[in-house]
Protein backbone atom coordinates (compact mmCIF):
# COMPACT_ATOMS: atom_id res chain seq x y z
CA UNK A 1 0.00 0.00 0.00
CA UNK A 2 1.58 3.07 -0.89
CA UNK A 3 0.14 6.84 -0.38
CA UNK A 4 -2.22 6.74 -3.29
CA UNK A 5 -5.64 5.92 -0.93
CA UNK A 6 -7.91 7.04 -3.75
CA UNK A 7 -10.72 4.41 -4.83
CA UNK A 8 -9.62 2.47 -8.31
CA UNK A 9 -12.28 -0.03 -8.85
CA UNK A 10 -12.17 -2.12 -12.04
CA UNK A 11 -15.61 -3.97 -13.19
CA UNK A 12 -15.94 -6.30 -16.23
CA UNK A 13 -19.05 -6.18 -18.30
CA UNK A 14 -20.79 -8.95 -19.32
CA UNK A 15 -22.90 -9.87 -22.84
CA UNK A 16 -21.32 -8.93 -26.08
CA UNK A 17 -19.93 -5.42 -24.86
CA UNK A 18 -16.72 -6.75 -22.23
CA UNK A 19 -15.69 -3.30 -21.71
CA UNK A 20 -13.70 -2.63 -18.95
CA UNK A 21 -14.84 -0.15 -16.58
CA UNK A 22 -13.27 1.82 -14.20
CA UNK A 23 -14.67 3.26 -10.99
CA UNK A 24 -12.09 5.94 -9.58
CA UNK A 25 -14.10 7.41 -6.74
CA UNK A 26 -15.68 9.84 -8.40
CA UNK A 27 -17.46 8.52 -11.35
CA UNK A 28 -17.22 5.63 -13.75
CA UNK A 29 -15.04 5.78 -17.13
CA UNK A 30 -14.50 3.80 -19.93
CA UNK A 31 -11.25 1.59 -19.51
CA UNK A 32 -10.97 -0.55 -22.18
CA UNK A 33 -11.87 3.10 -24.76
CA UNK A 34 -8.56 4.33 -22.90
CA UNK A 35 -6.52 1.27 -23.09
CA UNK A 36 -7.40 0.79 -26.95
CA UNK A 37 -6.33 4.50 -27.65
CA UNK A 38 -2.61 3.67 -25.59
CA UNK A 39 -2.02 0.54 -27.71
CA UNK A 40 -2.21 -1.45 -24.26
CA UNK A 41 -3.29 -4.94 -23.28
CA UNK A 42 -7.22 -4.74 -22.31
CA UNK A 43 -7.13 -7.63 -19.99
CA UNK A 44 -6.45 -7.16 -16.11
CA UNK A 45 -3.76 -10.11 -15.73
CA UNK A 46 -2.10 -8.11 -19.36
CA UNK A 47 -2.57 -5.27 -17.76
CA UNK A 48 -0.94 -6.36 -14.12
CA UNK A 49 2.31 -7.76 -15.86
CA UNK A 50 2.66 -4.50 -17.72
CA UNK A 51 2.65 -2.51 -14.47
CA UNK A 52 -0.51 -0.48 -15.42
CA UNK A 53 -1.33 -1.15 -11.48
CA UNK A 54 1.27 0.21 -10.22
CA UNK A 55 -0.29 2.90 -7.76
CA UNK A 56 2.53 6.08 -9.64
CA UNK A 57 1.69 4.56 -13.23
CA UNK A 58 -2.35 4.66 -12.37
CA UNK A 59 -2.34 7.55 -10.37
CA UNK A 60 -0.04 9.73 -12.72
CA UNK A 61 -2.66 8.16 -16.15
CA UNK A 62 -6.36 8.68 -14.09
CA UNK A 63 -8.02 11.86 -14.18
CA UNK A 64 -7.73 14.12 -10.57
CA UNK A 65 -10.61 14.35 -8.75
CA UNK A 66 -11.67 17.51 -9.38
CA UNK A 67 -11.18 17.28 -13.31
CA UNK A 68 -14.21 17.50 -15.37
CA UNK A 69 -12.25 17.73 -18.93
CA UNK A 70 -11.84 14.35 -19.56
CA UNK A 71 -9.51 14.34 -21.95
CA UNK A 72 -8.30 10.93 -22.64
CA UNK A 73 -11.13 9.59 -20.84
CA UNK A 74 -14.56 8.47 -21.93
CA UNK A 75 -17.39 9.26 -19.05
CA UNK A 76 -19.40 6.02 -18.89
CA UNK A 77 -23.48 7.46 -19.03
CA UNK A 78 -25.11 5.08 -17.06
CA UNK A 79 -27.25 4.69 -13.90
CA UNK A 80 -25.31 2.63 -11.32
CA UNK A 81 -25.47 2.34 -7.68
CA UNK A 82 -22.33 3.13 -6.17
CA UNK A 83 -21.66 -0.77 -5.80
CA UNK A 84 -21.81 -1.98 -9.09
CA UNK A 85 -23.29 -1.06 -12.50
CA UNK A 86 -25.78 -3.31 -14.21
CA UNK A 87 -24.70 -6.60 -15.90
CA UNK A 88 -21.18 -7.20 -14.24
CA UNK A 89 -19.18 -10.19 -14.94
CA UNK A 90 -16.81 -12.52 -13.12
CA UNK A 91 -13.65 -9.93 -12.44
CA UNK A 92 -11.18 -11.77 -13.73
CA UNK A 93 -12.53 -14.15 -17.19
CA UNK A 94 -12.35 -17.38 -16.01
CA UNK A 95 -10.99 -18.74 -18.92
CA UNK A 96 -7.91 -17.01 -16.72
CA UNK A 97 -8.44 -18.78 -14.23
CA UNK A 98 -6.19 -22.18 -13.43
CA UNK A 99 -7.45 -22.97 -9.91
CA UNK A 100 -8.87 -21.54 -7.15
CA UNK A 101 -7.82 -22.19 -3.66
CA UNK A 102 -9.22 -21.98 -0.22
CA UNK A 103 -7.95 -22.01 3.07
CA UNK A 104 -10.21 -23.72 5.64
CA UNK A 105 -10.56 -23.11 9.54
CA UNK A 106 -9.02 -19.29 8.59
CA UNK A 107 -10.46 -17.41 11.36
CA UNK A 108 -10.32 -18.74 15.03
CA UNK A 109 -14.05 -18.49 15.91
CA UNK A 110 -14.98 -19.92 12.32
CA UNK A 111 -12.97 -22.69 13.64
CA UNK A 112 -14.65 -22.94 16.73
CA UNK A 113 -18.33 -22.93 15.31
CA UNK A 114 -17.68 -26.49 14.06
CA UNK A 115 -15.90 -27.23 17.89
CA UNK A 116 -12.75 -27.55 16.10
CA UNK A 117 -9.16 -26.41 16.39
CA UNK A 118 -7.33 -23.52 13.99
CA UNK A 119 -5.03 -26.64 11.69
CA UNK A 120 -1.67 -26.12 12.72
CA UNK A 121 -0.98 -25.65 9.22
CA UNK A 122 -2.57 -23.81 6.53
CA UNK A 123 -5.06 -26.28 6.00
CA UNK A 124 -6.70 -26.07 2.01
CA UNK A 125 -9.14 -27.24 -0.50
CA UNK A 126 -9.77 -26.46 -4.36
CA UNK A 127 -12.70 -25.43 -6.07
CA UNK A 128 -12.74 -25.58 -9.84
CA UNK A 129 -13.08 -22.13 -12.49
CA UNK A 130 -16.52 -23.63 -13.50
CA UNK A 131 -17.78 -22.62 -10.25
CA UNK A 132 -17.55 -18.89 -11.09
CA UNK A 133 -20.52 -17.00 -11.34
CA UNK A 134 -20.71 -13.39 -11.33
CA UNK A 135 -22.28 -10.50 -8.96
CA UNK A 136 -26.14 -10.60 -9.14
CA UNK A 137 -26.93 -13.66 -10.16
CA UNK A 138 -29.51 -17.00 -8.91
CA UNK A 139 -27.39 -20.25 -7.94
CA UNK A 140 -29.50 -23.30 -8.11
CA UNK A 141 -28.93 -25.37 -5.44
CA UNK A 142 -28.80 -29.11 -7.24
CA UNK A 143 -32.42 -30.37 -7.21
CA UNK A 144 -31.34 -34.03 -5.76
CA UNK A 145 -30.07 -31.80 -2.46
CA UNK A 146 -32.55 -31.38 0.64
CA UNK A 147 -29.28 -30.51 3.61
CA UNK A 148 -27.45 -27.25 4.39
CA UNK A 149 -26.21 -24.86 1.19
CA UNK A 150 -24.41 -22.20 3.33
CA UNK A 151 -22.98 -19.06 2.73
CA UNK A 152 -19.12 -18.06 3.31
CA UNK A 153 -17.99 -14.37 2.59
CA UNK A 154 -14.52 -14.20 2.30
CA UNK A 155 -11.51 -12.31 0.97
CA UNK A 156 -10.48 -13.53 -2.62
CA UNK A 157 -6.57 -12.61 -3.92
CA UNK A 158 -5.90 -12.81 -7.40
CA UNK A 159 -2.23 -14.02 -8.10
CA UNK A 160 -1.08 -11.29 -10.65
CA UNK A 161 3.00 -13.03 -11.04
CA UNK A 162 3.30 -16.80 -10.86
CA UNK A 163 6.12 -18.41 -9.05
CA UNK A 164 7.02 -21.58 -6.62
CA UNK A 165 8.85 -21.36 -3.44
CA UNK A 166 7.89 -17.82 -3.05
CA UNK A 167 9.10 -16.00 0.36
CA UNK A 168 7.00 -14.20 2.46
CA UNK A 169 8.46 -10.83 2.46
CA UNK A 170 8.15 -11.13 -1.92
CA UNK A 171 4.72 -12.32 -1.75
CA UNK A 172 3.07 -9.25 -2.27
CA UNK A 173 4.90 -8.92 -5.12
CA UNK A 174 3.04 -11.89 -6.76
CA UNK A 175 -0.52 -10.25 -6.09
CA UNK A 176 -2.55 -8.55 -8.49
CA UNK A 177 -5.54 -7.67 -6.77
CA UNK A 178 -8.28 -8.14 -4.82
CA UNK A 179 -11.98 -8.66 -4.84
CA UNK A 180 -15.22 -10.44 -2.82
CA UNK A 181 -16.11 -14.22 -3.07
CA UNK A 182 -19.05 -16.24 -1.69
CA UNK A 183 -17.31 -19.76 -0.59
CA UNK A 184 -21.00 -21.63 -1.04
CA UNK A 185 -20.71 -24.58 0.41
CA UNK A 186 -23.09 -27.98 0.67
CA UNK A 187 -22.73 -28.22 4.26
CA UNK A 188 -24.33 -31.38 5.20
CA UNK A 189 -22.66 -33.26 2.63
CA UNK A 190 -19.72 -31.86 3.52
CA UNK A 191 -20.41 -33.18 6.80
CA UNK A 192 -21.23 -37.05 5.68
CA UNK A 193 -18.20 -37.03 3.17
CA UNK A 194 -15.74 -36.14 6.31
CA UNK A 195 -17.56 -38.86 8.04
CA UNK A 196 -16.51 -41.29 5.45
CA UNK A 197 -12.95 -39.93 5.30
CA UNK A 198 -13.83 -38.21 1.68
CA UNK A 199 -12.48 -35.03 0.57
CA UNK A 200 -14.48 -32.27 0.74
CA UNK A 201 -14.82 -32.02 -3.49
CA UNK A 202 -18.15 -32.67 -4.13
CA UNK A 203 -19.93 -30.14 -1.09
CA UNK A 204 -17.52 -27.34 -2.91
CA UNK A 205 -17.20 -27.40 -6.41
CA UNK A 206 -21.32 -27.83 -7.34
CA UNK A 207 -22.20 -25.22 -10.15
CA UNK A 208 -22.26 -21.86 -9.17
CA UNK A 209 -20.88 -22.38 -6.05
CA UNK A 210 -18.35 -19.25 -6.25
CA UNK A 211 -19.83 -16.20 -6.81
CA UNK A 212 -16.85 -13.86 -7.17
CA UNK A 213 -16.97 -9.52 -7.58
CA UNK A 214 -18.55 -7.27 -8.25
CA UNK A 215 -15.14 -5.83 -8.74
CA UNK A 216 -11.00 -6.24 -8.46
CA UNK A 217 -9.21 -3.61 -6.73
CA UNK A 218 -5.44 -3.45 -7.40
CA UNK A 219 -3.08 -4.26 -4.79
CA UNK A 220 -1.78 -0.69 -4.60
CA UNK A 221 -5.52 0.23 -3.71
CA UNK A 222 -6.40 -1.50 -1.05
CA UNK A 223 -4.60 -2.09 2.44
CA UNK A 224 -6.14 -5.66 3.25
CA UNK A 225 -4.53 -5.68 6.63
CA UNK A 226 -7.98 -4.50 8.66
CA UNK A 227 -10.73 -4.83 6.33
CA UNK A 228 -14.28 -5.33 7.18
CA UNK A 229 -15.97 -8.70 6.09
CA UNK A 230 -19.49 -9.13 5.98
CA UNK A 231 -22.09 -11.63 5.07
CA UNK A 232 -26.08 -10.29 5.15
CA UNK A 233 -28.69 -12.50 4.59
CA UNK A 234 -32.17 -10.72 4.38
CA UNK A 235 -32.29 -7.65 7.08
CA UNK A 236 -29.55 -10.44 9.17
CA UNK A 237 -26.05 -9.66 9.25
CA UNK A 238 -24.71 -13.00 9.86
CA UNK A 239 -21.01 -12.90 8.92
CA UNK A 240 -19.30 -9.69 10.69
CA UNK A 241 -14.99 -9.74 11.53
CA UNK A 242 -11.92 -8.12 10.30
CA UNK A 243 -9.03 -9.51 7.99
CA UNK A 244 -6.84 -8.45 10.75
CA UNK A 245 -8.02 -11.85 12.24
CA UNK A 246 -7.04 -14.06 9.61
CA UNK A 247 -5.04 -16.83 11.44
CA UNK A 248 -2.97 -17.20 8.03
CA UNK A 249 -2.41 -13.90 6.45
CA UNK A 250 -2.19 -13.52 2.89
CA UNK A 251 1.78 -13.58 2.40
CA UNK A 252 1.76 -16.75 4.61
CA UNK A 253 -1.15 -18.43 2.52
CA UNK A 254 1.12 -17.37 -0.83
CA UNK A 255 4.08 -19.23 0.71
CA UNK A 256 3.00 -22.58 1.92
CA UNK A 257 0.71 -22.75 -1.02
CA UNK A 258 4.21 -22.06 -3.55
CA UNK A 259 5.96 -24.84 -1.75
CA UNK A 260 3.71 -26.96 -3.25
CA UNK A 261 2.86 -26.18 -6.36
CA UNK A 262 3.62 -23.30 -9.22
CA UNK A 263 1.23 -20.45 -8.70
CA UNK A 264 0.22 -19.05 -11.90
CA UNK A 265 -1.07 -15.48 -12.88
CA UNK A 266 -5.27 -15.43 -12.40
CA UNK A 267 -5.26 -18.39 -9.80
CA UNK A 268 -7.50 -17.07 -7.11
CA UNK A 269 -6.80 -17.45 -3.41
CA UNK A 270 -9.80 -17.26 -1.06
CA UNK A 271 -8.55 -16.70 2.52
CA UNK A 272 -11.50 -18.17 4.76
CA UNK A 273 -14.56 -17.71 6.30
CA UNK A 274 -15.47 -15.45 9.63
CA UNK A 275 -17.40 -17.34 12.39
CA UNK A 276 -21.36 -17.08 11.45
CA UNK A 277 -21.98 -19.15 8.30
CA UNK A 278 -25.40 -20.18 7.87
CA UNK A 279 -27.98 -22.01 5.89
CA UNK A 280 -29.65 -20.22 2.69
CA UNK A 281 -33.30 -21.01 2.09
CA UNK A 282 -34.98 -20.64 -1.55
CA UNK A 283 -35.14 -17.12 -2.84
CA UNK A 284 -32.96 -15.95 -0.15
CA UNK A 285 -30.26 -13.01 -1.12
CA UNK A 286 -27.31 -13.60 0.40
CA UNK A 287 -24.82 -10.10 -0.15
CA UNK A 288 -20.58 -10.98 0.66
CA UNK A 289 -19.23 -7.82 1.57
CA UNK A 290 -15.44 -6.68 2.04
CA UNK A 291 -14.86 -3.38 2.80
CA UNK A 292 -12.86 -1.25 0.07
CA UNK A 293 -14.31 -3.56 -2.56
CA UNK A 294 -17.33 -4.06 -2.50
CA UNK A 295 -20.92 -6.35 -1.80
CA UNK A 296 -21.32 -9.90 -3.81
CA UNK A 297 -24.99 -10.54 -3.81
CA UNK A 298 -26.13 -13.61 -5.11
CA UNK A 299 -30.02 -15.15 -4.85
CA UNK A 300 -30.09 -18.90 -4.02
CA UNK A 301 -32.82 -21.04 -5.35
CA UNK A 302 -34.23 -24.55 -4.09
CA UNK A 303 -36.27 -26.46 -6.15
CA UNK A 304 -35.73 -29.81 -3.62
CA UNK A 305 -38.33 -29.99 -0.46
CA UNK A 306 -35.51 -30.90 2.11
ZN1 LIG B 1 -14.50 -20.95 2.54
Redesign the pocket.
Known sequence: MTSAARTVRVFRESGSRKRLLLDDGVRLLDLSAYLMQKGQPTDLLGLFEAGWFDAGQLNARLPAEDWDDWDEWTPVDIEWDGNAPPGVDVPIDPRDVGKIL?L?KNYRAHAEEFGEAVPAEPMFFNKLPETLVPHGVVVDVPAWYGGRFDH?A?LAVVIGLGGRDIAVEDANEHVAGYTVAN?L?LRSLQGSDREKRHPWFRAKNSDGTCPLGPCFVPRDFLDISDLRVTAQVGETLRQDASTRDLVVDVPHAIAALSRHLTLHPGDLI?T??PAGVGPLADGEVCTCAVAGIGELTTTVRRTSHG
Do not use: F, N, Y
Request: proline share 0%; net charge negative; aromatic share 0%.
Open positions: AGEEDTLGT
